[in-house]
């Protein structure tokens, strides 16, 4: 699907992005041209780009992997 027409970005193009480093709608500005024009797209890019950082870090670190701050024990 088409985020941003003005430079024909697809969530495709979003998610190749985020998993060549990108993980601001800063990066993706510059990368892609995503909300460079007219802006209507910002909303929609932000919410795609929210939805795949979300999903980098579940690849990134599944629940079993996860780091978790060390648990204080009962004394
Ligand atoms: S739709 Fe993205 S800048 Fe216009």
């Given at each position: 699907?088409?985020?941003?027409?003005?430079?024909?970005?697809?969530?495709?193009?979003?998610?190749?992005?985020?998993?060549?480093?990108?993980?601001?709608?800063?990066?993706?500005?510059?990368?892609?041209?995503?909300?460079?024009?007219?802006?209507?797209?910002?909303?929609?890019?932000?919410?795609?780009?929210?939805?795949?950082?979300?999903h980098a870090k579940v690849v990134q670190y599944p629940?079993?992997?996860?780091?978790?701050?060390?648990?204080?024990?009962?004394?």
């Amino acid at each position: 699907m088409y985020i941003c027409l003005c430079n024909a970005v697809t969530e495709k193009d979003i998610h190749q992005a985020v998993c060549e480093g990108a993980c601001s709608m800063r990066d993706l500005r510059q990368q892609l041209g995503v909300a460079s024009q007219c802006g209507r797209c910002a909303t929609c890019a932000k919410a795609v780009l929210d939805q795949e950082m979300q999903h980098a870090k579940v690849v990134q670190y599944p629940m079993h992997q996860h780091p978790r701050p060390a648990l204080k024990q009962a004394v």
